[in-house]
């Protein structure tokens, strides 16, 4: 079968990567892409929001399945677009990907069908959320309530903190249109955990758990970043919380979604935090989270055609997924300077030290071949170097050796990726 893969990061790198394990697939194609992902796709250059364009290609080409990676295409509603086409397509439609696409929909969607989450208040403009936070107790979270990139989240200590939030999210407009509703969310403390899973409308799946580090720098400080590194599994997610979850927060969403006349189809992401009062819903998203997918997917013993499919089919319930016993940690390469000003084209060296390994991986985010056909860097988070290992520590040790295998100017990583591990 043929296969087009939409996106362009690590995250897509890694679903090209497990796509041409499938013994089902013999033609992927993935739009745009990236240097790293041309060793399993033919890259097409059509952009992720150009749908109608990606329709036609599909189309032509004789696409039998279509995986969107990326939120902004989901939320903008490219699977409509396919499937009026009749185009077998992976991911939620526009009325299912609101979940991740408004933070406002998914807090009120919670509190409706009792979901453990924190509590919030939702409000249309700047007046509004200056007049909530006057009774609001510190810390508080501000969060854009659309897309953001993963970096519409403002935790305020102080009411000073939370009007300079206020003016950048709601005035400055710094996120666009995303900061047009803001949610003001209740602080929670505890352990945060990523759990993908996928669905098919009515029925869920969880994948295997991990934990994604977002701020810049070492000992989470510095500004928030699309993920600076991600292990599995999380020695939190115990069997106490797996089932909690499972009764209490999984299956009642995708049963939420479908009662609110949205079934949803694809991916849930679910952002927790392991909380003194027992987990709670941080967040959810509607696709694979980057670089969560990095260290999960190699995990995965499944065919990744074979679940996408059954989810799409409706029949996932005839499946049940597998990992793994082992553990994976990847560890962000990026650009000086991310997420802020960084600058590109530097070569990258020592690639090939990952050619035909099983235990370590190199996924590029962003990456092009120059005009002599090298690999530069062409991004902030430029590489997801990965590894495992039979222990959680072992892979963090493992993943870090190899990120001296490869180099380019202007290089730059934390060095305590999953240092948690070692206090659980």
């Not at 250059?45 to 989901?74: C, N, Q, V, W, Y």
């Not at 897309?147 to 000073?160: D, R």
């Not at 499972?246 to 935090?273: C, N, S, W």
Request: proline fraction near 4%; charge should be negative.
């Amino acid at each position: 079968m043929k296969v087009l893969i939409v996106g362009s990061g690590g995250r897509e790198h890694a679903i090209a990567w497990a796509v041409a394990r499938s013994p089902k697939v013999d033609k992927i194609y993935c739009a745009p892409g990236n240097a790293g992902i041309s060793e399993y796709a033919e890259c097409v250059s059509i952009g992720a929001m150009e749908f109608d364009r990606l329709a036609e290609f599909a189309e032509e080409k004789g696409i039998d399945l279509t995986i969107i990676g990326m939120d902004d295409p989901l939320v903008g509603g490219i699977v409509d677009v396919f499937e009026s086409k009749g185009l077998r397509v992976f991911g939620p439609r526009k009325n299912a990907a609101i979940l991740e696409g408004s933070k406002a929909f998914s807090k009120e969607l919670m509190q409706k069908y009792g979901i453990p989450t924190a509590g919030y208040k939702t409000v249309h403009s700047a007046e509004e959320a200056r007049e909530a936070l006057k009774t609001t107790s510190f810390p508080v979270v501000l969060k854009a309530d659309g897309l953001a990139l993963g970096k519409g989240v403002l935790i305020c200590n102080t009411p000073e903190e939370a009007e300079a939030g206020v003016v950048e999210i709601m005035e400055d407009k710094k996120f666009g249109s995303a900061g047009d509703q803001m949610v003001i969310e209740e602080f929670m403390t505890g352990r945060e955990v990523s759990v993908l899973s996928f669905c098919d409308g009515k029925t869920i799946r969880p994948m295997t758990s991990a934990q994604d580090h977002k701020r810049a720098g070492d000992g989470d400080t510095g500004l928030n970043t699309g993920g600076m590194g991600t292990f599995s599994p999380s020695p939190f997610y115990t069997e106490e919380v797996d089932a909690f979850c499972r009764e209490h927060i999984y299956q009642k969403t995708v049963d939420a979604m479908r009662a609110e006349g949205r079934p949803f189809v694809g991916i849930i992401f679910f952002g927790l935090m392991i909380t003194a009062d027992g987990p709670k819903v941080l967040e959810y998203n509607c696709r694979f989270g980057d670089p969560e997918a990095q260290v999960v997917i190699p995990r995965m013993k499944n065919d990744m055609i074979e679940v996408m499919e059954a989810c799409v089919d409706g029949k996932l319930d005839e499946v049940e997924l597998s990992f793994e016993d082992n553990a994976c940690v990847c560890v962000v390469l990026a650009s000086e300077g991310y997420p802020v000003s960084y600058q590109k084209g530097y070569p990258i060296r020592g690639l090939e030290n990952f050619k035909g390994c099983d235990d370590k991986f190199v996924f590029h985010a962003g990456t092009k071949f120059d005009a002599e056909g090298n690999y530069v860097t062409n991004g902030g988070r430029v590489l997801g170097v990965t590894a495992k290992g039979k222990t959680l520590v072992e892979a963090r040790a493992n993943a870090y050796k190899a990120t001296e295998l490869v180099q380019f100017d202007n290089k730059y990583m934390r060095h305590d990726i999953g240092k948690a591990i070692d206090e659980a």
